[in-house]
């Protein structure tokens, strides 16, 4: 049992790695076969695949329908949409993101076997569905907080851009071109974003279908109000700058507003580590001594 632990936790392990670096190798292989085409008489049915090919993708594609039959809800558009969220799609896709959820749940179920052949084996049956239902939700959650972190960040960018985009339409140019200059001049999550709907718009999607694109990537209250914004100035005929000017006043005062309730809501998240940590520390110190005197004059009486 000790041995078949470690090697489900040593196989979890290898699994993890070659799923991350799996989007790398992939993209190479097809660089390489593009390279050569044409220049090889050999079939593709002769060629020999890669290791890769003939066991990480099975193996991959098995653990995927694994954690999707643990969890019939989810599926891998919900998946994939998840990840363009956190910015991860071009490094992940949903096949292997399910695929590391469930090798970190039989990972957890390899530990509950080593602790029940170590311990007892009550305590590998106590630990089982513990730590195979932390693998299998740990990277749900870490995925859940880089969305919340990507969104903050975006609505903390989008006043800046608003405002460039603001001052770009007024000096004579029209929406792609100043689309063109933010993505120049700045950086960040929301700029990687209207790169990417500036790519749709030129390879030739309406600009209408890749905004409404960007709103639902991105899953943010202010850029769904620009979307919205920007498409009707299109169809009704008014001035785009002056939209982009209130655009960016709004957004700017929702983040003041934003900033300030997390300010009111900081005491009562202080209250708690105060009252378990330092209230404790504080009766000790200022408590102790009289209760030391007392209890030495007690016995001197």
Same mark, same amino acid.
């Given at each position: 049992?000790?041995?078949?632990?470690?090697? +489900?936790? !040593?196989?979890?392990?290898?699994?993890?790695?070659?799923?991350?670096?799996?989007?790398? /190798?992939?993209?190479?292989?097809?660089?390489?076969?593009?390279?050569?085409?044409?220049?090889?008489?050999?079939?593709?049915?002769?060629?020999? $695949?890669?290791?890769?090919?003939?066991?990480?993708?099975?193996?991959?594609? $098995?653990?995927?329908?694994?954690?999707?039959?643990?969890?019939?809800?989810? +599926?891998?558009?919900?998946?994939?949409?998840?990840?363009?969220?956190?910015?991860?799609?071009?490094?992940?896709?949903? +096949?292997?993101?399910?695929?590391?959820?469930?090798?970190?749940?039989?990972?957890?179920?390899?530990?509950?076997?080593?602790?029940?052949?170590?311990?007892? @084996?009550?305590?590998?049956?106590?630990?089982?569905?513990?730590?195979?239902?932390?693998?299998?939700?740990?990277?749900?959650?870490?995925?859940?907080?880089?969305?919340? &972190?990507? /969104?903050?960040?975006?609505?903390?960018?989008?006043?800046?851009?608003? &405002?460039?985009?603001?001052?770009?339409?007024?000096?004579?140019?029209?929406? &792609? !071109?100043?689309?063109?200059?933010?993505?120049?001049?700045?950086?960040?999550?929301?700029?990687?974003?209207?790169?990417?709907?500036?790519?749709?718009?030129?390879?030739?999607?309406?600009?209408?279908?890749?905004?409404?694109?960007?709103?639902?990537?991105?899953?943010?209250?202010?850029?769904?109000?620009?979307? /919205?914004?920007?498409?009707?100035?299109?169809?009704?005929?008014?001035?785009?700058?002056?939209?982009?000017?209130? $655009?960016?006043? &709004?957004?700017?005062?929702?983040?003041?507003?934003?900033?300030?309730?997390?300010?009111?809501?900081? @005491?009562?998240?202080?209250?708690?580590?105060?009252?378990?940590?330092?209230?404790?520390?504080?009766?000790?110190?200022?408590?102790? @001594?009289?209760?030391?005197?007392?209890?030495?004059?007690?016995?001197? !009486?």
């Amino acid at each position: 049992m000790l041995v078949l632990a470690a090697f +489900s936790f !040593g196989l979890a392990v290898f699994l993890v790695g070659e799923v991350a670096t799996a989007p790398t /190798r992939r993209r190479a292989t097809a660089l390489k076969r593009a390279a050569l085409y044409g220049l090889t008489q050999r079939a593709p049915k002769d060629e020999v $695949q890669h290791f890769s090919e003939r066991v990480l993708a099975p193996t991959v594609a $098995q653990l995927a329908s694994l954690a999707l039959r643990l969890n019939p809800k989810n +599926s891998l558009e919900a998946t994939g949409a998840r990840l363009r969220a956190a910015g991860l799609s071009g490094r992940l896709n949903a +096949s292997a993101f399910l695929a590391i959820k469930a090798a970190l749940a039989l990972a957890g179920v390899g530990w509950a076997l080593l602790i029940g052949v170590t311990l007892s @084996p009550f305590s590998g049956f106590l630990f089982a569905p513990i730590l195979a239902g932390l693998g299998f939700i740990g990277p749900e959650t870490i995925l859940t907080h880089r969305i919340r &972190d990507r /969104r903050d960040r975006i609505r903390g960018e989008l006043p800046d851009a608003l &405002d460039l985009l603001a001052v770009s339409v007024e000096a004579g140019l029209g929406l &792609d !071109g100043a689309i063109t200059k933010l993505t120049e001049h700045m950086k960040g999550a929301l700029v990687d974003e209207f790169a990417l709907t500036l790519g749709e718009m030129r390879i030739g999607e309406s600009r209408h279908d890749a905004l409404r694109k960007l709103a639902e990537r991105v899953d943010v209250t202010e850029v769904a109000a620009f979307v /919205r914004s920007v498409v009707q100035a299109d169809q009704l005929g008014i001035s785009l700058g002056r939209i982009l000017r209130v $655009q960016a006043a &709004d957004t700017r005062l929702r983040r003041q507003a934003a900033a300030e309730e997390r300010a009111m809501k900081a @005491p009562i998240k202080m209250m708690f580590p105060t009252a378990i940590f330092i209230f404790p520390s504080l009766f000790a110190v200022v408590l102790g @001594p009289a209760m030391l005197t007392l209890t030495h004059t007690l016995k001197l !009486g």
